[in-house]
């Protein structure tokens, strides 16, 4: 058994990628009643008291609001640019940054456009900027894409500081590549939002290796991979 299956079962952390889908007791606000044993709301009820505290902090009730309103008023009417316009909008921003893959600057120009075209201030900075060769980071040459020359390192901290100067409010970021992305998320103030996460494989739609996991895409599993689905029981308590 895998994993994160064997810590659902335990009842220690939350595991809510197993709620049944004829419970998902949240929607109603009835988790206390009907929530299965690994509910959060089971298992660390103080943790969701703690971060409910933080919406106390005018910031972060402020994006959360305009967050709900977005999700209401676009609700399967607003594409994600659309969304991103809207939720910069209801904050009062006005200047967008775009941290974007080097091979996305087409796509970049076409979003600074659009969010120019809307009254936003855009600055946008691509991953391979300054040229730092990726020796600096001591990455060998066997360790390159393409070993035998000059190979510039991605650079999303620089990336996150030169929208942090140019006095980003919220920054978007354009296909970077996993790990880049979480390095910029760590060292940007503004907010940061994704329009597009980078995937080669599947022309930058990640979930398709989800769907299909046991088919076309069955290699994503692990050697832990269970049998089958581990039948977890909808009730219990915290062990």
């Not at 106390?56 to 316009?85: H, L, M, N």
Request: aromatic fraction near 8%; include cysteine.
């Amino acid at each position: 058994m895998s994993a994160t299956s064997d810590a659902a079962k335990k009842y220690t952390d939350p595991g809510c990628a197993y709620c049944p889908s004829t419970v998902r007791a949240c929607r109603q606000g009835e988790t206390e009643a009907r929530g299965p044993g690994y509910c959060p709301t089971k298992v660390d009820q103080d943790g969701i008291d703690s971060a409910y505290d933080m919406y106390a902090d005018p910031f972060v009730r402020e994006v959360a609001q305009a967050s709900a309103r977005v999700e209401a008023e676009g609700y399967c009417k607003w594409t994600r640019v659309e969304e991103i316009c809207e939720f910069a909008k209801k904050l009062g921003y006005t200047k967008i940054g775009i941290a974007t893959c080097i091979s996305f600057v087409n796509v970049a120009k076409t979003l600074s456009g659009i969010l120019e075209s809307h009254g936003f201030t855009v600055a946008s900075v691509a991953c391979k900027h300054g040229g730092v060769a990726k020796e600096e980071i001591d990455i060998s040459d066997v360790e390159k894409i393409h070993p035998g020359g000059h190979e510039s390192m991605c650079n999303p901290v620089s990336q996150a500081e030169l929208l942090n100067r140019a006095g980003c409010e919220l920054n978007i970021v354009l296909g970077l590549c996993v790990g880049h992305d979480s390095l910029f998320f760590k060292h940007a103030d503004g907010l940061s939002t994704t329009l597009v996460a980078k995937d080669r494989v599947l022309a930058h739609n990640p979930i398709g290796a989800l769907h299909l996991a046991d088919s076309y895409y069955s290699r994503v599993w692990g050697p832990e991979k269970p049998a089958k689905e581990p039948k977890l029981p909808a009730q219990g308590r915290r062990s």
